[in-house]
């Protein structure tokens, strides 16, 4: 008997784990709460997320990933073990083959580091393989054909671009501007404009509530924090209006990402583009309105793929059982 065949997305916000033949049977977020005087773990996942914000002084809650990068490698390689051992016990006898998506603008150094994270935490082999491909398999496109398919993935960290045909990525760009972002912009703008200042579990839990890019009927919900006049506790109404304001600028990034790309792909493409229209996966793509707004600023259908959320780790996972089939632009590491 061989250990499980597993893809991990890796988020800087989430992270879900595909076990071949079984699906998504993991999707928690990426935060670790870690004892400061003893520089000892005390939780991994939805237990640790539910301390950020909220943690004595000597306990913080930190997210080990930025920008859907490694930024702190040791925390990294106890959270992807601890999810792992979850998934499969003990990885003694049965270790698994662990195929892991990283952002199609990551550098060979940090493609290094999430190659090591995932054959010091117990993997038999370890691939990589970049977000947008896995998004687009995860989305049920035929990637290994001669046409072109346009994916947006908008993540946690990175929002990643790219044209794919004939198992490769074509032209692609990797933003720095995605879902935390967005949250921070909310964070700001509520700050600026009712001296208000909110934490970032409230603010995305504004986006995912009532956020938009296009407003219509307005809606709009209580928001408390601390009035940074008076120092004292406060609520004010916040508008779907004041979120999509707030959310201006990443929205404006990532469309005009999408612009660039689309101006960088060969004509033949561009032409498969238009006729299959723009696919976007990921929880931003989410945003109401977001695809609407992308159809108009592009004057190319786009549409949220079916269960975008979970597309980058099931794409993760089948394209473990597709290497021989994928012309991958990732690195390979065998033990």
């Given at each position: 008997?061989?250990g499980?065949d597993i893809?991990?997305d890796?988020?800087?916000?989430?992270?879900?784990?595909?076990?071949?033949?079984e699906g998504?049977?993991?999707?928690e977020?990426?935060?670790?709460?870690?004892d400061?005087?003893t520089?000892?773990?005390?939780a991994v996942?939805?237990e640790?997320?539910?301390?950020l914000?909220r943690?004595p002084?000597?306990?913080?809650?930190i997210?080990p990933?930025?920008?859907g990068?490694?930024a702190?490698?040791a925390?990294?390689?106890?959270?992807?073990k601890y999810?792992?051992?979850?998934?499969?016990?003990?990885?003694?006898?049965?270790?698994?083959?662990?195929?892991?998506?990283?952002?199609?603008g990551?550098?060979?150094?940090?493609?290094?580091a999430v190659?090591?994270?995932?054959?010091?935490v117990g993997?038999?082999d370890?691939?990589?393989?970049?977000?947008?491909m896995?998004?687009?398999?995860?989305?049920?496109?035929?990637v290994s054909?001669?046409t072109?398919?346009?994916v947006?993935?908008?993540g946690?960290?990175?929002t990643?671009i790219?044209?794919?045909?004939?198992?490769?990525?074509v032209?692609?760009?990797s933003?720095?501007?995605?879902g935390?972002?967005m949250d921070?912009?909310?964070l700001?703008y509520i700050?600026?404009k009712?001296?208000l200042?909110?934490g970032?579990q409230t603010?995305?839990?504004?986006?995912l509530?009532i956020?938009?890019?296009?407003?219509?009927?307005?809606v709009?919900?209580?928001?408390?924090?601390?009035?940074?006049v008076?120092?004292?506790p406060s609520?004010?109404?916040?508008?779907?209006?004041?979120?999509?304001?707030?959310?201006?600028e990443?929205?404006r990034?990532i469309i005009?990402?999408?612009?660039?790309?689309l101006?960088?792909?060969?004509p033949?493409?561009a032409a498969d583009?238009?006729d299959?229209?723009?696919v976007?996966?990921g929880?931003g793509?989410?945003?109401?309105?977001?695809?609407?707004l992308v159809?108009?600023e592009t004057d190319?259908?786009a549409?949220?793929?079916?269960?975008a959320?979970e597309?980058?780790?099931?794409g993760?996972g089948?394209?473990l059982?597709?290497l021989d089939?994928?012309?991958?632009?990732?690195i390979?590491?065998?033990?």
């Amino acid at each position: 008997m061989m250990g499980k065949d597993i893809g991990v997305d890796l988020g800087t916000a989430t992270v879900l784990l595909y076990v071949r033949g079984e699906g998504v049977v993991l999707r928690e977020p990426s935060v670790v709460a870690i004892d400061k005087d003893t520089n000892k773990i005390l939780a991994v996942g939805e237990e640790a997320k539910r301390m950020l914000g909220r943690t004595p002084g000597n306990v913080v809650a930190i997210r080990p990933l930025r920008d859907g990068v490694i930024a702190d490698y040791a925390v990294t390689e106890a959270m992807l073990k601890y999810f792992l051992q979850k998934v499969c016990g003990s990885m003694r006898f049965f270790r698994p083959r662990v195929m892991v998506c990283i952002p199609s603008g990551a550098t060979d150094v940090e493609k290094r580091a999430v190659l090591e994270a995932t054959i010091h935490v117990g993997a038999r082999d370890a691939f990589l393989i970049e977000e947008p491909m896995a998004a687009a398999i995860g989305a049920g496109l035929d990637v290994s054909e001669p046409t072109g398919n346009m994916v947006v993935d908008i993540g946690g960290g990175t929002t990643d671009i790219a044209v794919i045909s004939l198992g490769g990525i074509v032209t692609s760009e990797s933003l720095r501007v995605a879902g935390n972002k967005m949250d921070e912009c909310i964070l700001k703008y509520i700050r600026k404009k009712y001296n208000l200042l909110i934490g970032e579990q409230t603010a995305e839990a504004l986006k995912l509530r009532i956020g938009t890019v296009m407003p219509r009927d307005k809606v709009s919900e209580e928001v408390r924090g601390r009035d940074l006049v008076k120092g004292l506790p406060s609520s004010v109404e916040i508008t779907n209006e004041d979120i999509a304001e707030a959310l201006m600028e990443p929205v404006r990034e990532i469309i005009n990402g999408i612009k660039r790309v689309l101006e960088l792909t060969p004509p033949e493409l561009a032409a498969d583009i238009i006729d299959r229209g723009i696919v976007l996966t990921g929880g931003g793509s989410l945003l109401d309105g977001f695809a609407e707004l992308v159809t108009k600023e592009t004057d190319i259908p786009a549409y949220v793929a079916d269960n975008a959320v979970e597309c980058v780790a099931i794409g993760t996972g089948k394209a473990l059982e597709e290497l021989d089939r994928l012309r991958l632009v990732s690195i390979t590491r065998r033990r």
